[in-house]
Structure formats: C-alpha cells, structure tokens
C-alpha cells in the first residue's frame, strides 16, 4: 500500500470492492424513505465524453449525499439505444445498427465504471432490446384504443433522388439539400402517425405540482401556446360550396380584414386557383416545399405572397377580399388560413404595403387624425369603420363581436394551441416497429398484445439511399390479419425515439417486468422521481413528452399521480478551452479518458464541480485541473503523513476554534450541496483542509477534536471524490464503507461568529473597520464606529447629522 496519493491503484481497486460488495445495488425498504434520483441516460455513441460527465458525476455526488442523509436511494443507468447514427452506421460502413449499438454500449459501460458513479447496474435498460421496446408497442395498443394514436398525411422533408424521408439533421442548411446526394430537399405529404398529446394541452399548462426550473416552466408554456379568440367561417365568392375556417385573437378587428391568406398546402389552394394565376401559383408551392418551418416563420424574413384569382366573404360586412397563398401561414398551425388586418397587424401591414392593398383602420389610436398609418397600431383604443360596434372599446368591442358571432351562427369563441399533435412515424429501420398491419379487407389492424413484440429482423439488408430496409423485407413485411386471417402487410413506419425516452423511469423500477411496463408494487414504493437532472435543451420535446405520457398513463390506470419527476435541475454546458462549444471541427473536444489516466476520476470529478456554478458551465481550464488535484494531494498528506510529537497539551481556545471550524465546514458544504452548488462547497472544503493543514503542525493534531474534523472532512468529501474518501476513511481505521455512513450534523452554537468585522463609512466612503462582538447592539455599534481612528478622523470639526447602521455589516456616519 503506497504512501503516496496514486489514483490509479485506488480507483480500480475500490470500484471493485464495491461492485464485490454490492453496496450500490438497492431494493424497496419500506422502514426507510425512499429517494429515486434520475439522470438523462446516454445514446450510445461509442465515447462518453466530458459533457457526459458534467452532467453525471455532479449527479452522483448529489445522490450519494441523499444516501449518506439515511434515505434508500434508486439512481440508475441505461442507454437510450434506438437513433439514426446506428442507422448512418449501417448505410456508411456496413456495421448492422445492433452490432454498432451493443459496441458502443459495451464500451461506455466501462467508461461509466471509471466514473466511480453509484449507478445501480442491475437495474440498467436498453431501449432496443425487445424486451424493452415491446412495452412502447403495448402503449401505442393501448392510445389507439383510447384515440390518442391516430394517422393521418402530414409533411416530411424528402429526397426525390434517394427516394426517401430525411430527418432534420439529413438537411443540410442554407440550401436544404440532401446530406447524401446533395439533391434540393422538398416537403411531401405522407400518412404518418401521431399521437394526441394536444388533449393534454391544458393540464400541461399547470405547473402546480413540479418543482422545475421557471425557465423550463416558460418554454413550455410558449410552446403550447394557448391562445383565446373566435373561430368562424369564410365563404368563397362565386364558389357556394367552397369556404375555409379562420380563428382571430383580434375579433374586434374583423371589420379591418382587406384580404385572407392560406397556407401554400390548403387543399382549397388547387381547387380555387384560376388559370391564369395557376404557373405563379405552383411556383410559389414549390418554393414553400423548399424551406423548412423555422425559415418560414422567422421574424425577419420578407413576407410574399400569391394572389389565386379567387375572393373570400368578410362575414360581419360581406365585403368580397382576396385570397393569397403565403408560407408564413403554416397548414401544421391553427385552421391552415388566417383573416389578414394589415392597420393592426405588423405582418399584415407589410403585406398590404408590399401588394399594395387597402389598409382600413377600425381601432383608432390616440389622437388619430383619419389619416394613413406609418405602421400597424396593435395598442387599445376605440373602435371605429366597424358598422354598429362603433364607439365602443376595443376590448368591449372584443366581446359584442364575439356574441354576434355566436348569436348569428357566423363563428364560435375557442381556445387554440400552438402545440401540435406528436408525429411519431419514422421512415427508420433502427426504432420500435409500430404495432399495426393494413388488410384490404379490414383496413387499420392492431396488434395483438399476445404476439408482441414486433420484432425487427437481424438479416435488413440496408440501401445507399437510406429507404428503411423494412419495405423490401419479405418476411417482416407479409404477414396475415389478426382479424380475418387474410394476408395483410405490416407498419413499416418505426417510432420516434422519444417515445423510448418517454417512459424510461418506470423501466427501471422492474427492468423488462414481463407482465406490464413496470411493476405496480415496485412502482408504489419508488414512484415518481424525486430528483431529476439533465439540460434545458430538452425542454419542449422529452420533458413534455415525458409529462404527457405520465398523464396518459394515469388515465389508463397504470399510476396515480400526474407528473413524472416532481424537482427538476438544469446543468450549464461545459464549454472547450477556447470559450465556445465543444466540436471536433474546432478541436476543442475534451476527453475524459486520458485526464481518468492521468489524474484518476475523482480529481476529474471534483474538477467539473468546481469549474463553476453547475447550472451555469462554463469554460475547461487545464491549469484549473492542475490545483483540483494539488487540493487531493494536500489532502492525502495530511491524513497520511504523520504529524509532529506531542508538544504538551493543546489551549481550549485552539480546540474550539478547531471545533468551531469543523462545524462550520460541515453547514455550509451541506447548504452547498443541497442546493447544488457544489463549486463553493468544494471552496469550502478546500478552506476547510488549508486550515487543517496549518493546525497541524500544533498540539491540537492528534487530539479527539482533531479525529472529529478529519472523520468529517471524508465524510463531506465522499459524494463529491468517492475513491480518495474510502481508502482514506479505510486508512483511519474506519468501518466499511465510507458510503455506508451518515451524513455529518452540525451543532449550531458553533457555527455562529463570536466576532464580526465592521465597515466604517463616513458619507459613504469607506474610513475604518474594527472589530466588534457578533452580538453587538446598534447604539454600541455607533459608540464604536464614532471611536474609530478613521471616523475621528474625518469627523473632526463637522456636524454628525445622523448615523445609518446595517447590522453586521456597517455604520455610515453623514457629515456636514
């Protein structure tokens, strides 16, 4: 056993002991309360890089604090397995996606091991394992059933050349072309499924019972997006069987609509189109199939549009206006068309200004002339050019338009939401394979549940172009009828990885539970987590998802409670030496490998938690590393190496201090890491062991009061450097195993400040400080303030016109 601090013979040597041991792996203890702490599991990439560890080892140290607190802990890891990098894989190198998957897993399994994490292993899942991803297929049985699942045609970027879908990250951004061929990428409508995440909108809107970040709170709010306002109905001119639906927040406005615009989709588009605007029509639908949503709707792009020869009814005049195509009104959003007011809408404004149509003020802005406007005024004022509503507010007008329109059967009020249903189909090998077959007989046939899974086959024979394997596989693809007996043809759609994510945390309660998704039982004592960490980043789609799901779930009766994790926290980014993201194409990428190589995994750990505030990041520092390891070093010494002789028996005052500071480390690391600040609390401790170390050399080394404050600088240390904490407490002949014991308490006598130091101000500049007791009343506080060298100074022949005091902190003495 060395005397010297080698990571590298002590971290192997204990993550052995404890995988040996067990001591990680936990069960439901109903005498004890239970805490289950989740962080986001990893896709398999084949590396774990240093963002991974950012999120992780800050993560560990955190439930390694809530075990050592007395609680029975349930922190476990998996792999979010399913993707379209294993897919890539297939396509580039001709490595099946499971074997590149299984590798990879393989691999960052022993680079979690290194982490010295307490990830219990024997609750891990893999979401492509079959045992797994038949419980995705069970839920999607299980939405369908209640109408939560659903298909219908919907746009996807596509390939004309490699004949295929592309997901986001295909699309090569300016010029959306194909990553493959380089072919210009156009949106095309196919049958795809959803699910109905939209009948949740409403409860997903309460955040009584999360304890999340408000920010998170806030994107999800703007991202459902719920609007109130009136739908109605708008005929087409000279087409008695034609009209299209529009919803308005701006009821009060309707007498101010000059024209009506529809989405380049609208299925009315080719139906209303005249022959002479047919060519400049199907161009500008070309065009809008070009781009992608976000281009469409970006607040800085020129709004244009196509007139189609056709004209709408303005309901509350019959006031005949034009129809245009334009692609900022999406078909995804609301009803596909929108009532165009350009004097009280900016993007209308633009419009009208650019095709030159009428711009009718109906809300008069203050002190309006009845002249032009220079922009839209979007502000309150009183209505006029609006027929009998005349004279009114506009937000009295809002309701008597409302009514007349529900009155007179022209519209109805109605809630809308910017949240779209869940498309959920992928034109994917690598995914859950939905559970459905097509019978010309019988049409949508669902799975049985007794023949799930759906497997993948293992013999996909993969195309260059990307084409799902699924659809020229035989035997996967003919299947017969679960109803008639018939042949049919199976689902070759795969479901969107998120669904696996979705519902991950019940997993591990009972991982692969043969009978249902987890196991009810199981699920009482753990459910739901208590603590989740991860980044904001996933915000509007797995946190929303994951919510939706739970919600769902309680509808089916599978739980009893309505949200999935009830605290959530949000890590920063670890940022490259350079200050900017980490990629390869800037070769800022950090990898943890070689610094566990080279400084062991606890001073890699210790030095992402110190870094900066976790919620924050911030930049890697290689010198930064360099005195995180120098503070384990000082550490090993002055528990290792031996002290000076006895050099008669220490003062009572020093053996207080010792114990006042002992005391005081142990509050403020605890309020530290209960709030996830884990840089100050390793400031502290690093005080903390600079104080120890001078102490040393005193007669107070040795001491019982000594052995008090090196027993609880390891125990505060454990969750944050595990491997130095264990073979030092092993070292001091503590029990096994450091992990096993319980967080230390402090006495709060101790910690108060005997002293306090405090700032002499006169007029506001600083003139002194002085010492003063920490109990010391406000007229004593003046008294010495006034006796000060510095105040005296400055007070000398002046008036005192009054003294300010802010306890414990200052006195400022105002002159003149």
């Known amino acids: 056993m060395s005397d010297r601090y080698v990571p590298?013979?002590?971290?192997?040597?204990?993550?052995?002991?404890?995988?040996?041991?067990?001591?990680?792996?936990?069960?439901?203890?109903?005498?004890?309360?239970?805490?289950?702490?989740?962080?986001?599991?990893?896709?398999?990439?084949?590396?774990?890089?240093?963002?991974?560890?950012?999120?992780?080892?800050?993560?560990?140290?955190?439930?390694?604090?809530?075990?050592?607190?007395?609680?029975?802990?349930?922190?476990?890891?998996g792999f979010d397995a399913f993707g379209l990098p294993a897919e890539n894989a297939a396509i580039n190198h001709g490595i099946h996606p499971k074997e590149w998957t299984y590798k990879n897993i393989e691999r960052m399994r022993k680079q979690l091991r290194s982490m010295g994490a307490m990830f219990d292993w024997d609750r891990e899942v893999v979401t492509c394992e079959p045992d797994y991803y038949k419980w995705n297929q069970w839920f999607f049985l299980k939405f369908f059933e209640k109408g939560l699942a659903y298909k219908k045609r919907a746009p996807v970027d596509f390939c004309p050349t490699c004949n295929t879908t592309l997901a986001r990250e295909q699309v090569i951004e300016p010029d959306r072309v194909c990553e493959r061929c380089g072919t210009p990428v156009i949106k095309k409508e196919m049958e795809q499924w959803f699910l109905k995440i939209t009948d949740y909108a409403e409860e997903l809107l309460d955040f009584s019972k999360l304890d999340w970040p408000e920010r998170v709170k806030v994107l999800q709010t703007n991202w459902i997006g719920r609007s109130t306002g009136v739908q109605f109905r708008m005929e087409v001119k000279d087409h008695p069987d034609k009209s299209f639906e529009v919803f308005t927040t701006r009821p009060d406005t309707v007498y101010g609509v000059t024209f009506a615009v529809l989405a380049p989709e609208h299925p009315l588009v080719d139906e209303l189109t005249t022959p002479e605007h047919r060519e400049e029509v199907e161009a500008y639908k070309y065009k809008a199939a070009r781009?992608?949503?976000?281009?469409?709707?970006?607040?800085?792009?020129?709004?244009?549009?196509?007139?189609?020869?056709?004209?709408?009814?303005?309901?509350?005049?019959?006031?005949?206006?034009?129809?245009?195509?334009?692609?900022?009104?999406?078909?995804?959003?609301?009803?596909?068309?929108?009532?165009?007011?350009?004097?009280?809408?900016?993007?209308?404004?633009?419009?009208?200004?650019?095709?030159?149509?009428?711009?009718?003020?109906?809300?008069?802005?203050?002190?309006?002339?009845?002249?032009?406007?220079?922009?839209?005024?979007?502000?309150?004022?009183?209505?006029?050019?609006?027929?009998?509503?005349?004279?009114?507010?506009?937000?009295?007008?809002?309701?008597?338009?409302?009514?007349?329109?529900?009155?007179?059967?022209?519209?109805?009020?109605?809630?809308?939401?910017?949240?779209r249903d869940w498309l959920i189909s992928r034109q994917r090998y690598w995914g859950t394979p939905i559970p459905v077959v097509y019978c010309e007989k019988c049409g949508i046939v669902p799975v049985p549940e007794d023949q799930l899974p759906v497997r993948l086959p293992d013999d996909a024979e993969f195309r260059p172009t990307g084409e799902s394997p699924l659809k020229f596989h035989e035997e996967f693809l003919h299947t017969t009828c679960p109803k008639c007996g018939g042949p049919a043809i199976r689902e070759t759609d795969t479901m969107d990885t998120f669904v696996d994510s979705s519902w991950y945390q019940y997993a591990y309660v009972s991982p692969y539970y043969d009978k249902a998704p987890f196991d009810p039982e199981r699920g009482k004592y753990w459910l739901p987590v208590d603590q989740y960490t991860g980044g904001v980043e996933h915000a509007t789609m797995h946190l929303l998802y994951t919510r939706f799901f739970t919600k769902a779930m309680r509808d089916l009766g599978l739980v009893d409670f309505d949200e999935p994790m009830v605290r959530l926290f949000n890590q920063g980014i670890i940022l490259g030496p350079d200050g900017n993201r980490m990629s390869k194409s800037r070769g800022n990428v950090i990898a943890p490998d070689p610094l566990?190589?080279?400084?062991?995994?606890?001073?890699?750990?210790?030095?992402?938690?110190?870094?900066?505030?976790?919620?924050?990041?911030?930049?890697?520092?290689?010198?930064?590393?360099?005195?995180?390891?120098?503070?384990?070093?000082?550490?090993?010494?002055?528990?290792?190496?031996?002290g000076p002789e006895a050099g008669g028996k220490p003062e009572d005052a020093a053996l207080t201090e010792l114990r006042r500071m002992t005391h005081k480390t142990i509050k403020r690391a605890t309020q530290d890491i209960e709030a996830f600040k884990f840089n100050t609390m390793l400031a502290a401790l690093m005080s903390f062991t600079n104080y120890l170390t001078k102490a040393k050399g005193t007669a107070v080394y040795g001491t019982p009061e000594w052995d008090e404050a090196i027993r609880n600088l390891l125990l505060l240390m454990a969750p944050l450097t595990p491997h130095i904490a264990e073979e030092l407490w092993a070292r001091t002949g503590g029990e096994y195993s450091i992990h096993q014991q319980s967080w230390p308490t402090w006495e709060e006598e101790l910690t108060k400040e005997e002293t306090i130091t405090l700032v002499v101000q006169v007029n506001g500049r600083v003139r002194d400080r002085v010492e003063a007791p920490a109990d010391i009343t406000k007229e004593q506080a003046k008294e010495l303030a006034l006796a000060s060298k510095g105040a005296q100074r400055h007070t000398a022949g002046k008036e005192i016109v009054k003294i300010i005091y802010a306890p414990g902190r200052l006195v400022n003495i105002v002159v003149r």
Not at 307 to 336: S, W
Request: no cysteine; hydrophobic share 40%.
């Open 8 to 77: 590298q013979e002590i971290e192997p040597r204990w993550q052995a002991k404890w995988e040996e041991t067990g001591i990680y792996r936990v069960k439901e203890d109903p005498d004890k309360t239970k805490f289950y702490f989740l962080t986001m599991f990893p896709y398999p990439s084949g590396d774990l890089h240093i963002g991974h560890w950012y999120v992780m080892a800050p993560s560990d140290a955190a439930a390694r604090y809530r075990r050592m607190q007395g609680y029975n802990v349930l922190f476990p890891i």
């Open 291 to 419: 781009q992608s949503e976000i281009e469409r709707l970006s607040t800085e792009k020129v709004r244009d549009g196509v007139f189609i020869g056709a004209y709408a009814i303005n309901p509350m005049n019959g006031e005949a206006v034009p129809i245009f195509i334009a692609d900022y009104v999406m078909m995804t959003y609301g009803t596909g068309a929108i009532m165009a007011v350009p004097a009280h809408d900016e993007r209308d404004f633009d419009f009208a200004r650019r095709y030159g149509l009428p711009i009718r003020v109906v809300i008069a802005p203050p002190d309006w002339d009845g002249g032009e406007l220079e922009g839209a005024y979007t502000g309150k004022g009183v209505m006029v050019n609006s027929g009998p509503f005349d004279g009114l507010s506009n937000k009295e007008g809002w309701e008597k338009i409302a009514d007349y329109m529900e009155e007179h059967g022209i519209g109805r009020r109605a809630v809308q939401y910017r949240l």
């Open 596 to 642: 566990v190589k080279q400084y062991g995994a606890d001073t890699v750990r210790a030095y992402l938690m110190f870094i900066g505030p976790w919620d924050q990041g911030g930049p890697w520092n290689p010198q930064g590393i360099e005195g995180v390891h120098r503070f384990l070093n000082r550490v090993w010494a002055l528990v290792v190496e031996p």
